[in-house]
């Protein structure tokens, strides 16, 4: 596939997660225009960390949510927040609105909705996160050909 | 001087509890030639202010643990702290934001941060200093 196809592809790509509400075009963008010669892989450097934070934020929100003897909400509630702020602020829409959804149920002590929203809340991090992969890998390529991302306006 | 070269020697302190928001904020800055450093509470806040160190420009988070944005920033105020101090917080409760106003701030931005945001910002600055 030549470079300009694959541009497209990767555009095309970008803007089917915006309009599936898995990404927040303006967020997501404001980060890609953060990246410049000095910091090429900026928004890639940005979104690992965010898987990061979010696989540690998943595991210790299974674990507050297990506790036989007793859901610690602050807990919960203070987890969620976290993963909230940096869902929101990588453009993870979908995500944190499920954080926010965790938080209303904390806030009502009510354990079954939690642990149904925590179910909801991982199957949606694993969309948005096999969906950035597949953007990342689309850069990958791009670069190996010797081109260079388009840089997007949301003008569509 | 032209406001950009201003700009080149403004420093800034970025005080958030997540790590991806340091981030963010942290090269949104850089990229506006700010000289910035981050801290993770509150307290680290006063802490480095205790040090000796001065910033024109502060952007606190609200919560955070140990010692939270507005009480870091009455703090910081009590200590004779003028620099600019931006709550940035995803509150949007009238209430709240009036309550981290009145702890000392200068202006408070719903986060995260944009270019837009963060150059209306730096122009405050620059004009106050000018």
């Known amino acids: ?38 910091n090429p892989e900026f928004v890639f450097e940005v979104v690992s960390l965010f898987f990061e934070d979010s696989e540690r934020l998943l595991k210790d929100l299974t674990f507050a949510l297990d506790q036989k003897g007793g859901v610690d909400f602050q807990k919960v509630d203070a987890l969620a927040h ?30 079954d909705a939690c642990l149904r929203c925590l179910q909801q809340l991982k ?27 388009p840089m997007m306006e949301l003008s569509f | 001087m032209a406001p950009h070269d201003l700009a080149t020697q403004l420093t800034a302190l970025v005080v958030d509890d997540n790590t991806i928001n340091r981030r963010i904020h942290q090269k949104l800055l850089k990229n506006a030639g700010v000289k910035n450093q981050a801290v993770g509470n509150g307290k680290e806040a006063v802490d480095i202010h205790c040090y000796g160190q001065s910033f024109n420009l502060i952007l606190m988070d609200m919560d955070m643990p140990i010692m939270n944005g507005i009480e870091a920033t009455k703090k910081l105020r009590s200590m004779g702290i003028c620099s600019m101090i931006v709550g940035v917080s995803s509150r949007s409760m009238e209430s709240e934001i009036q309550e981290f106003m009145d702890a000392g701030l200068d202006d408070y931005q719903v986060k995260p941060l944009t270019n837009a945001k963060l150059t209306s910002i730096l122009d405050k600055i620059n004009h106050s200093m000018s």
């Not at chain 1, 509400?21 to 410049?36: E, S, Y």
């Open chain 1, 82 to 111: 976290q993963f909230k702020g940096s869902s929101s602020s990588v453009g993870a829409l979908r995500v944190s609105n499920c954080c926010l959804a965790l938080r209303n149920f904390c806030l009502e002590q009510n354990t």
């Open chain 1, 123 to 149: 199957q949606e991090y694993c969309l948005v996160k096999n969906k950035l992969e597949t953007l990342f890998r689309l850069e990958q390529q791009i670069m190996a050909a010797g081109g260079s991302i």
């Open chain 1, 1 to 38: 596939m030549e470079v300009g196809q694959m541009q497209r592809q990767w555009v095309d790509y970008t803007k089917s997660l915006f309009m599936e509400g898995l990404l927040n075009g303006q967020q997501f963008l404001q980060l890609q225009q953060l990246q410049d010669e000095n």
